[in-house]
């Protein structure tokens, strides 16, 4: 500890005062939740050549649907985004085109730097020997997690509109998408569902992830008090109570194999629902939050998760896989490659969890040079680094 305390201190006195701990503490929450969720509910099988497939515990233990409650906190990452992005917008010294342009770089950086290394990667791993199937299974979930990229560039980009929106709405703004992704949802799931086309869900992707984001661009223009607060989280909670108990909505906030309906690709009402109520929620334990994080020895890890944002969100499936490839060599290792069908593998994988957060660490020691601006770094360079992300990504949608 006194090794590390004046690294702590030097962090906290480099924060300038006007920073909003709040915000921070409520991201580094948010980023937490996406590598423990898909460690967590994320498993593999072993086939008899050796390859590793997925394989999901939700399909042998329903009654952990909650704990996928507690681990999609999307909603709250759009919350702070939505916030953060009307202050900085408020504050830019530059046209909107140049600030724009400047969030999105630094969203696509990365993403671009973690596409492109596994498309060596798969080269050298089928070099190796490693089985296709093996490959294919994790290019998928290295690219899984990127969509919310793409989705979070598209909502950024509507930042101007958020803020028009707020400033005359207030926290109302967002409803018009929620009645959105109802009306879909009821199209998809009602009476006549047989006669929508299979492609209309799709129509929910917008709306249903705006919506968290326009409540953060209303929140950051002070446009929500305690009393819309409330409002949020007893409404969002009340929601989600009635779309599973009387509408039969599914209980997982992450798709199950096998089951015909899923709630996150594309977003239903009760992602809608739930990001509601931990909304409501946030805003009105933000004051308290942010005292918490006065302290320095809480302060200090938040800030190094949010330095790191990219970095966690781009390579916790690799560490993840980091562990299972090998271990698919040596066999049956429980909670790595058996199947998550027994109360032993849950107990298992939770071991295996402080391997995948120290693997994820020492990836991101490295990767994270993908996150500063990439001076020095050529037009031809970039330019194959382009080429290489579009062939991993076209090998990991099963297009090659």
Same mark, same amino acid.
């Given at each position: ?28 929450? $948010? &980023? %937490?939740? /996406? ?5 967590? =509910? !994320?498993? +593999?099988? #072993?086939?008899?050549?050796? *390859? ?10 329903? $009654? &952990? %649907?909650? /704990? ?5 906190? =999307? !909603?709250? +990452?759009? #919350?702070?985004?939505?916030? *953060? ?12 085109? %140049? ?7 630094? =969203? !696509?950086?990365?993403? #671009? ?288």
């Amino acid at each position: 500890m006194s090794t590390l305390a004046p690294l702590v201190a030097r962090i906290d006195a480099s924060t300038p005062p006007h920073r909003d701990r709040a915000i921070d503490g409520l991201r580094a929450l $948010a &980023l %937490a939740a /996406v590598p423990i969720g898909h460690w967590l =509910l !994320g498993g +593999f099988t #072993l086939d008899a050549d050796g *390859a590793i497939r997925n394989a999901s515990p939700l399909s042998a233990f329903g $009654a &952990l %649907a909650p /704990v996928s409650w507690v681990l999609q906190m =999307l !909603g709250i +990452f759009f #919350l702070v985004g939505g916030r *953060a992005s009307a202050l900085s917008h408020r504050r830019r010294t530059a046209g909107t085109a %140049a600030w724009l342009r400047g969030r999105v770089a630094r =969203l !696509g950086r990365p993403v #671009l730097g973690v596409t492109a290394v596994w498309a060596v990667l798969i080269a050298v791993l089928a070099a190796a020997g490693v089985p296709e199937d093996t490959l294919r299974t994790a290019a998928t979930l290295v690219v899984q997690p990127l969509w919310f990229v793409g989705v979070y560039a598209a909502v950024t980009a509507l930042t101007p509109l958020c803020v028009r929106a707020a400033r005359r709405l207030g926290g109302w703004a967002a409803a018009p998408l929620l009645l959105c992704v109802a009306t879909v949802d009821l199209l998809r799931y009602g009476p006549y569902a047989d006669a929508v086309p299979s492609w209309l869900s799709v129509l929910n992707i917008l709306p249903g992830w705006l919506f968290a984001y326009q409540l953060g661009v209303s929140w950051g223009e002070k446009r929500i008090g305690r009393g819309g607060a409330v409002l949020l989280a007893a409404g969002g909670a009340v929601l989600f109570a009635v779309l599973v108990a009387v509408f039969h909505y599914p209980a997982s906030m992450v798709g199950v194999p096998g089951e015909a309906r899923t709630n996150s690709h594309p977003p239903s009402l009760l992602v809608l629902a739930l990001a509601s109520a931990q909304s409501g929620a946030a805003i009105l334990l933000a004051g308290r939050l942010a005292r918490l994080l006065a302290r320095p020895a809480l302060w200090a890890p938040v800030v190094v998760v949010n330095l790191s944002a990219m970095t966690v969100l781009c390579w916790h499936q690799t560490a993840m896989l980091a562990a299972a490839v090998p271990a698919s060599y040596a066999g049956a290792v429980p909670g790595l490659t058996t199947a998550p069908e027994t109360p032993g593998w849950v107990a298992a994988r939770m071991a295996w969890l402080p391997v995948f957060a120290v693997l994820l660490a020492v990836i991101g020691r490295y990767a994270r040079a993908f996150e500063s601006p990439w001076h020095g770094v050529s037009a031809a360079r970039r330019a194959t680094a382009g080429v290489l992300a579009l062939g991993f990504t076209a090998f990991a949608l099963g297009l090659t």
